[in-house]
């Protein structure tokens, strides 16, 4: 069965720091996306990506957060300077053909 | 006002009983997804729907495209099906996934 896979599970960062996030999607699927879920809050939108450009982007994805897939393999998610309110659950998601999404286990990132 | 919302919100079972999960949504959708996250915070796929029903082994998916509804029933609930049930839409193929609240089942032993 194939997964996509995040790495670390869990970051704990000192707030200002910088983070990167990372996922490995589906080998031959081509639409990227990050999400984050709050603790006790819904999982919330924050950019998809397409043809190594952000397709769509939500008005939580400021300045602070870029993304890349600077290898064709690996796909990131970059806190330039991590707040208190960054902790979140952060999942990545891929899709293929056919549209079904194929979700990470998550990266749990406290901000302290 | 959500465009994807789940009722009840949390759902206590005794083992062996039938669950339902409805969902509701207020937008034109490609395709519906029912979601399970477990504790441990992981989202795992159980189903995407564009018509009609699917089963799979124990759990049964439905939606109602005219009536903006969709259902996921548990036949024989098994307290390891405890877990936050997940309702999600696609506006259109390749879009980003909407994500509904969630229902917090409990299944007791």
């Known amino acids: 069965e194939p997964e996509v896979t995040q790495t670390p599970s869990h970051q704990v960062t000192q707030m200002g720091q910088e983070v990167i996030l990372r996922c490995v999607p589906i080998s031959n699927h081509l639409y990227f996306y990050w999400y984050r879920q709050i603790l006790g809050q819904k999982v919330e939108f924050l950019v998809s990506f397409y043809n190594n450009e952000i397709s769509e982007k939500s008005e939580i994805f400021d300045d602070q957060f870029s993304v890349e897939r600077p290898d064709g393999s690996n796909f990131t998610l970059k806190i330039r300077s991590t707040k208190l309110e960054d902790s979140a659950m952060y999942f990545c998601?891929?899709?293929?053909?056919?549209?079904?999404?194929?979700f990470g286990q998550g990266t749990r990132l406290t901000v302290v | 006002k959500n465009e994807v919302e789940q009722s009840p919100q949390n759902l206590t079972a005794q083992e062996g009983e039938f669950i339902t999960i409805n969902c509701s949504y207020s937008?034109?959708?490609?395709?519906l997804h029912w979601l399970q996250q477990h504790p441990g915070g992981g989202i795992v796929s159980l189903f995407m729907?564009?018509?009609g029903k699917k089963k799979h082994g124990r759990l049964i998916a439905t939606i109602n495209i005219q009536e903006k509804h969709s259902s996921l029933h548990i036949t024989a609930s098994h307290p390891r099906d405890s877990a936050v049930y997940i309702c999600a839409v696609q506006k259109t193929s390749y879009d980003k996934v909407i994500f509904g609240p969630g229902t917090s089942l409990s299944v007791i032993p």
């Open positions: 937008v034109g959708i490609s395709a």
């Open positions: 998601a891929s899709m293929g053909t056919g549209s079904e999404a194929f």
């Open positions: 729907l564009s018509s």
